[in-house]
């Protein structure tokens, strides 16, 4: 089953448009796009959700989005991935665009802001594990460079002009059967010149004392 609108040579193509139905006293229809379940020997077809490829222009945008809500909250976006039961779980993975004669294209994710109250969480985490493994690493990491400097990684909380800034909190889980985990930190190596350094400063009180540094073994 094949649908195309129609070709221009001089202006913009025909658009395709799916609507459903407008619900005026309740909700609105929906509109579901998916591919049928497969047989014992096969895979379910997959959804392909693509903009077109230029020669001498951007390509188009693909933009994926809820309405606004003026008394209600605005809809959920959700990605998930199928579980497996005899196999790993899938991946779900996101890759902005690679240019070989500029920057490569950014990641950007940003929570939902509260004009009134507290801006939204962003939380990424590996979730729990089984008896018999252990849960997923979470790794962030600057990629390499043949011919320059790697990229910085930078974790910090905003400023707060009538309030105190956010705290930075790195803890290690506790164990009930083993040692608990440890925390380590380490500076770049250099094998031709010198090795990285590392700095611990606090915070400077222009007006009263300045932060203290405490290093203590627990009781």
Wanted: charged share 5%; no cysteine.
């Amino acid at each position: 089953l094949q649908g195309f609108a129609g070709r221009s040579t001089v202006n913009t193509g025909g658009a395709v448009s799916v609507a459903s139905g407008e619900g005026t006293v309740t909700t609105s229809g929906m509109i579901i796009l998916r591919s049928i379940n497969s047989g014992d020997a096969g895979t379910s077809g997959m959804l392909v959700f693509s903009s077109g490829s230029t020669s001498s222009g951007n390509s188009g945008a693909l933009v994926l989005g809820t309405g606004t809500a003026t008394q209600g909250r605005s809809g959920m976006i959700l990605l998930t991935v199928g579980s497996g039961t005899s196999s790993v779980g899938g991946s779900l993975q996101g890759f902005a665009g690679r240019s070989t004669v500029n920057t490569g294209g950014a990641v950007s994710v940003a929570s939902g802001e509260g004009t009134v109250t507290t801006s939204g969480m962003i939380i990424l985490r590996s979730i729990n594990s089984g008896d018999a493994g252990t849960s997923g690493m979470l790794v962030f990491s600057s990629g390499s460079s043949s011919s320059g400097n790697s990229g910085a990684l930078v974790v910090g909380t905003g400023t707060a002009t009538q309030g105190r800034s956010g705290m930075m909190l790195l803890t290690v889980g506790s164990g009930t059967s083993g040692a608990g985990g440890s925390l380590r930190g380490y500076a770049g190596r250099s094998t031709v010149n010198t090795g990285g350094a590392v700095s611990v400063a606090s915070g400077e009180g222009t007006v009263t004392s300045s932060g203290m540094i405490t290093i203590r073994s627990i009781n």
